[in-house]
T-cell receptor, first 116, second 116 residues
Framework: AQTVTQSQPEMSVQEAETVTLSCTYDTSESDYYLFWYKQPPSRQMILVIRQEAYKQQNATENRFSVNFQKAAKSFSLKISDSQLGDAAMYFCAYRSASGSARQLTFGSGTQLTVLP | GAGVSQSPSNKVTEKGKDVELRCDPISGHTALYWYRQSLGQGLEFLIYFQGNSAPDKSGLPSDRFSAERTGGSVSTLTIQRTQQEDSAVYLC??????????????FGPGTRLLVL
């Protein structure tokens, strides 16, 4: 079974600064997908960015980018030019690329505070 | 509607009562997922639907939990004889067809269940 670990329960960043959220995972599969979801106080999970394991290039979406280290099984999220609206709980998630497992496996989350 | 909707938004019930939680997926999405988010924990997978059938029920914690989906659309999660440990936020998500690992799962705002 796959596991996802987020070792930082809470992080804070000054507005306009950069912050990196950590995520590690454990799997015996070679092909899979990784995701970062954001959950604001409204509770609605929103996809921030995703990474295909077979792609070496790190995914980027505007101010959000990842550092994907497949050998180390590490998938960190970097938020540049942090904004007050970035404050939320961030979840790292894993999904198999094959087989019958269709669900996402989530980490325990990192609560990000953005300081004005 | 434009997104995944869930009802009720909040539910308070007494221990031993049955509750029904409803999920309306995005129109045209054949894959539907239920997750549970307990206080201080990440999201835990409950059940996955492909159309009206549930090929993966592996996450249901006990036989008090059941779910159905009718017409390939609305899904209902039923918890019988509720216990205090059932208190959590129940999140529903849908995706286009569930077959592609990269598919985005779109989440609803969740139902917060409190069992007294």
């Amino acid at each position: 079974a796959q596991t996802v670990t987020q070792s930082q329960p809470e992080m804070s960043v000054q507005e306009a600064e950069t912050v990196t959220l950590s995520c590690t995972y454990d799997t015996s599969e070679s092909d899979y997908y990784l995701f970062w979801y954001k959950q604001p106080p409204s509770r609605q999970m929103i996809l921030v960015i995703r990474q295909e394991a077979y792609k070496q290039q790190n995914a980027t979406e505007n101010r959000f980018s990842v550092n994907f280290q497949k050998a180390a099984k590490s998938f960190s999220l970097k938020i540049s030019d942090s904004q007050l609206g970035d404050a939320a709980m961030y979840f790292c998630a894993y999904r198999s690329a094959s087989g019958s497992a269709r669900q996402l496996t989530f980490g325990s989350g990192t609560q990000l505070t953005v300081l004005p | 509607g434009a997104g995944v909707s869930q009802s009720p938004s909040n539910k308070v019930t007494e221990k031993g009562k049955d509750v029904e939680l409803r999920c309306d997926p995005i129109s045209g999405h054949t894959a539907l997922y239920w997750y549970r988010q307990s206080l201080g924990q990440g999201l835990e997978f409950l059940i996955y639907f492909q159309g009206n059938s549930a090929p993966d029920k592996s996450g249901l914690p006990s036989d008090r939990f059941s779910a159905e989906r009718t017409g390939g659309s609305v899904s209902t999660l039923t918890i019988q004889r509720t216990q205090q440990e059932d208190s959590a936020v129940y999140l529903c998500a849908s995706s286009l067809n569930g077959r592609q690992g990269w598919e985005t799962q779109y989440f609803g705002p969740g139902t917060r269940l409190l069992v007294l």
